[in-house]
């Protein structure tokens, strides 16, 4: 009885070893990681890129300061300073899972930052606000009375902004100071929509939309011919990019620039869905990052950071805020309960807040739709600007 007992007993043991070797000798998932940098002043914009022999199906990064993301290749911006370990753990298809870790190798030294809360400037029908002043209200900048406003954006120390019924593109300083018209689309026949401006490219962008009525000037009826224009920042050296006839079943409503990579992207409108497209300043050759998109787009902005560029655009469709990476084209829902009309959005992508123009006043949340709040309980908001 003892020697039947004594074999079972090594026959679990052999097969216990046997089992342990299959694990110990599996084949490790070999895992590393680079970095865009890794050291500078706060806040510190980080690419991460994984390197890997095969393929995972999942990632999960640990920036070291409380942050954590599951995309392949994230970008990160670390805001305090200090000095940080960073870990990757990637999955694959077969269940094998591998680990990098580098010790204390994000280093972010102090540096002089600006407020972490912009200037926010806005349009109403009374004029240009911004914040300050009463709170909750704003401080006045330019007084008078706009009745369509759509683009706002805040170049070199300077406002731009369009006003439909003017047909015209405006700027002025940041103290309502030396307004002027700057584009005077009405002798072009043109309805402008939306502005964007380049301050790379010294270069300032607008979208006009198709009109099928015909309006009389002088002898002849004529009809608005859509398109994308640029002029330089004063104006000068107008040029038309594409042209959208009347009765063209897609025409682009609204644009943003991504200043980093030399990127113009605007949205291509069609009867009952839009497609989101982009060109290069350089080449004007326009390419689609995603198309088929439900609704109608009210607004459009990006995330652009320095030296990395825009990852996601960001747009007002079916009253609801939603952002698009402009690589992979994945739409995913951000925020809800903006009201039924948002006019304008923009984002402070270095703090990760996102601001939104609405008919009740100005709200912020961070840019995954979290800790939404109204910080201005203010009129019907046409546009707004971050500076």
Excluded at 27 to 42: C, I, N, R, T, Y
Aim: include cysteine; glycine fraction near 10%.
């Amino acid at each position: 009885m003892r020697l039947r007992t004594a074999r079972v007993g090594m026959a679990l043991l052999a097969l216990g070893l046997l089992l342990s070797g299959c694990f110990l000798f599996q084949p490790q998932v070999e895992v590393d990681f680079d970095a865009s940098a890794v050291e500078g002043g706060q806040p510190l914009v980080v690419s991460f890129a994984p390197v890997t022999e095969e393929t995972p199906v999942s990632y999960a990064w640990d920036f070291g300061d409380g942050a954590m993301s599951n995309e392949a290749d994230p970008v990160h911006v670390y805001k305090a300073a200090g000095t940080f370990s960073v870990s990757l753990t990637v999955e694959l298809a077969d269940g094998r899972v591998g680990t990098e870790t580098k010790t204390d190798y994000v280093t972010v030294s102090v540096r002089v930052m600006k407020s972490s809360s912009p200037a926010v400037y806005w349009i109403n029908d009374r004029g240009v606000l911004k914040s300050g002043g009463r709170a909750g209200i704003g401080e006045t900048v330019i007084a008078d009375r706009f009745f369509s406003v759509a683009g706002m954006e805040i170049v070199n120390n300077k406002l731009y902004w369009l006003d439909h019924s003017q047909q015209s593109v405006y700027r002025a300083d940041l103290d309502g100071m030396n307004k002027e018209t700057i584009v005077h689309s009405r002798e072009l026949y043109y309805l402008p929509w939306d502005l964007a401006v380049d301050s790379a490219a010294g270069k300032v962008y607008w979208v006009t939309l198709p009109h099928d009525t015909a309006v009389e000037a002088g002898d002849y009826d004529w009809v608005w011919i859509g398109g994308i224009h640029r002029a330089n920042l004063d104006g000068s050296n107008v040029e038309t990019l594409v042209t959208y006839p009347d009765g063209a079943s897609e025409y682009a409503t609204h644009i943003a620039v991504d200043r980093v990579l030399g990127r113009v992207y605007w949205s291509l409108q069609g009867e009952s869905s839009w497609k989101l497209q982009y060109s290069p300043t350089g080449s004007w050759i326009p390419q689609t990052v995603a198309g088929n998109l439900p609704g109608s787009v009210r607004a459009l902005s990006l995330d652009t950071l320095p030296t990395v560029g825009a990852r996601y655009a960001y747009y007002v469709a079916s009253g609801k805020v939603q952002r698009l990476h402009v690589a992979v084209g994945a739409p995913l829902e951000v925020l809800t309960g903006v009201g039924n009309y948002p006019s304008d959005i923009a984002v402070d992508a270095l703090e990760g807040k996102l601001y939104v123009a609405t008919e009740n006043g100005i709200v912020r949340a961070n840019v995954n739709g979290s800790e939404m709040e109204i910080i201005f309980s203010t009129d019907d908001v046409d546009a707004l600007a971050l500076y």
